[in-house]
């Protein structure tokens, strides 16, 4: 189970406040943390909820998560087909799960979340899974992700989520240090949205249609109405620090090849080189063959010189 600790530091990501469990400092000024205003603050991004992190908020964290619907899929590798709302859910494996109290908060009552207890089928009345990350500045972060409704709505103005987890966990997660333990987790909202008020503008995106001019109570009614989230998925990644000075392999951790000065000198050999001489030139012999030429010419020469000794011998005679 994750601890006190944790759960703070993510609805402080979440809601873009330093937020402080109320039995920690019973007299801190500040406004207190209810769930409704969670809701809707992690999805309009306005509320009773501050958008700047620096404001300090009260929590009691036994009231806004109820962890006897926490699901830890850290462990799971292999994922069952599953459908939720009549559609494929994909079970977000590799996170954990902190289920939020949402039981009894509708007047429509809990047929949305479906039965309890493990199912690969849908129920009947039940909604979708979707999912949406946020960041660390609230309602800012919210508004990039397309989540709040807004004039930059790429296909229509509304409410945006996906059915996709790792859709959403590359374009939206938020990735934060703990202070709590030093590990480094990236943050995910996981949703119900309600079929009937659902269109699907592109492939793997979800969208709510809020009209403009609305009033935030009206906004907020369709929120209700329309999409509810129900957990917080964390997931324990490598540190982008880290990751980026130590490459691990195995279990052996080793430093990063330093790749060789511009600078330092380099030693080249160069290929051996074959040297042909054009034809027009005569080829040149070996050692071997130039020493056999050169003693076959100093014998001539004396055979030569043997010859005029001879034929001077000769003349001085008949003298």
């Not at 079929?195 to 009209?211: G, M, S």
């Amino acid at each position: 189970m994750v601890d006190r600790g944790i759960r703070l530091e993510v609805l402080s990501v979440l809601s873009g406040n330093r937020i402080e469990h109320l039995e920690k400092s019973p007299k801190t000024s500040g406004k207190s943390l209810t769930v409704d205003d969670f809701h809707i603050s992690t999805i309009l991004g306005r509320g009773s909820i501050s958008n700047k992190y620096e404001s300090n908020l009260r929590v009691n964290v036994e009231e806004l998560f109820d962890p006897r619907y926490d699901f830890d899929f850290t462990s799971l590798t292999k994922s069952v087909d599953c459908v939720r709302g009549d559609e494929s859910y994909q079970r977000p494996l590799g996170w954990y799960r902190m289920a939020l109290k949402v039981k009894d908060k509708y007047p429509d009552g809990n047929t949305w979340l479906g039965p309890d207890g493990w199912r690969s089928s849908s129920a009947p009345g039940e909604w979708p899974v979707s999912y949406h990350g946020t960041s660390l500045d609230g309602a800012k972060g919210i508004i990039t992700s397309h989540y709040k409704a807004g004039s930059r709505a790429a296909h229509g103005r509304g409410i945006y989520s996906t059915p996709k987890l790792d859709k959403a966990e590359k374009l939206y997660a938020k990735t934060f240090k703990s202070k709590t333990n030093g590990k480094t987790y990236k943050v995910i909202m996981q949703n119900r949205i309600n079929p009937c008020q659902r269109e699907k503008p592109i492939e793997d995106t979800w969208l709510i249609p809020v009209a403009r001019g609305l009033s935030d109570g009206e906004e907020r009614e369709i929120v209700e109405e329309s999409i509810r989230p129900y957990g917080i998925l964390i997931k324990e990644v490598q540190d982008p620090e880290e990751s980026s000075n130590v490459t691990s392999t195995g279990n052996c951790t080793t430093a990063p090849k330093t790749p060789p000065s511009p600078l330092s000198p380099r030693t080249i050999t160069p290929p051996p080189v074959t040297y042909s001489p054009p034809a027009h030139l005569p080829t040149r012999t070996s050692s071997s063959q130039s020493e056999t030429d050169f003693a076959t010419i100093i014998c001539l020469f004396i055979a030569f010189m043997a010859f005029i000794c001879h034929v001077i011998g000769n003349l001085d005679v008949k003298h």
